[in-house]
C-alpha cells in the first residue's frame, strides 16, 4: 500500500501509467522539500530529524490517552457480564474522541 512521504495518508490506486505519486496534496511535496532543505543545512541523515518539544509532548500525550482508552476498552470487555448497547456505544466513544485527536494530525 502506497502512502503519502510526508503525512503517511494512503495513496489512492493510481490507474493507468505514469510515475507513481509520492504526495497526496501539494503542501506535502512542499513540506517535504523544505524539510528536506532544513535537513541538508543541519547535516542531518535520512533517519534524523528535528521535532519541536512542545509539539513531540503533545503528540506523546494524546498517544497516552489513546494508549488509556485501549486499556479501558480492553478492561471493560474482559468483566464478566453483558453490556448494555448503551455501555457499549460509550466505550467505542471514548476510543474514537482519543483516536481523533491523533487522525486531526493529518489534516495540517
Ligand atoms: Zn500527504
Known amino acids: 500500500m ?3 512521504r510526508w503525512c503517511r495518508r494512503v495513496l489512492p490506486k493510481r490507474a493507468g501509467r505514469g510515475r507513481p505519486k509520492l504526495f497526496c496534496a501539494q503542501k506535502c511535496r512542499q513540506w517535504d522539500w523544505v ?3 532544513r535537513a541538508a543545512e543541519l547535516d542531518l ?3 534524523e530529524l528535528v521535532i519541536a518539544r512542545d509539539q513531540l509532548d503533545a503528540l506523546h500525550d494524546e498517544l497516552y490517552v489513546l494508549s488509556c482508552a485501549v486499556d479501558d476498552a480492553k478492561r471493560d ?3 464478566p457480564g453483558r453490556r448494555s448497547a448503551k455501555e457499549l456505544r460509550e466505550l467505542v466513544d471514548w476510543l474514537i474522541e482519543a483516536a481523533e485527536a491523533l487522525q486531526a494530525r493529518n489534516l495540517l
Open 2 to 4: 502506497a502512502r503519502c
Open 77 to 79: 470487555l474482559a468483566a
Open 35 to 37: 524539510t528536506r532543505q
Open 45 to 47: 541523515s535520512e533517519n
